[in-house]
């Protein structure tokens, strides 16, 4: 049988094009800067965007997030309901709220903003399924503003599984 020589030669090369390595995803010395622009309202969301990252996702102020998200704030991710409430009660249950938030420590890639939407990248750690050996990829969080405050959110996420 010549296919299962084949075969097994294939199945080898992918899984060794699994292992090989890559260039590391890492964020720039200064992230804070990212969340500047030349134009006023892009300016503004991003501005916007850097306080959701720092104040909720960094250190978990939740209780401040009404003065970023609308009431509405329509949610992409599928472990998260959409609305300000759901989206409190998500995080606060998940993280520890954090008191010095002076800066963002958080490593950012990029930081994207066109109309009405800002895109932040961000570098993220995983483990190698075969391995076990950490490798990093890519995560972004997008958001849509209307009146200043991010009324819709996108992020890659999947659904998680339920906890041992």
């Known amino acids: 049988m010549k296919t299962l020589p084949l075969l097994t030669g294939l199945v080898t090369l992918l899984m060794g094009s699994q292992l090989m390595a890559q260039e590391p995803v890492v964020g720039v010395d200064d ?32 209780a401040d997030a009404g003065n970023w998200l609308t ?17 409190i009660e998500y ?10 938030c002076n800066e963002l420590t958080t490593p950012i890639v990029a930081v994207l903003a ?15 399924p075969v391995t076990g050996e950490a490798y990093t990829s890519t995560w972004f969080d997008m958001w849509r503003f209307v009146d200043g405050k991010a009324d819709e959110h996108w992020d890659p996420a999947t659904i998680a599984p339920p906890a041992p």
């Open 114 to 128: 066109e109309g009405d939407y800002v895109t932040v990248v961000l570098p993220r750690t995983y483990e190698h």
């Open 31 to 62: 992230p804070e800067s990212l969340f500047t622009h030349d134009d006023p309202k892009l300016h503004a969301n991003k501005q916007v965007a850097l306080r959701i990252m720092r104040e909720l996702l960094e250190c978990n102020h939740w």
């Open 91 to 100: 995080f606060t249950a998940v993280r520890e709220r954090k008191e010095d």
């Open 71 to 87: 009431d509405r704030y329509l949610q992409h991710n599928p472990n998260v309901g959409s609305g300000l409430a759901p989206v």
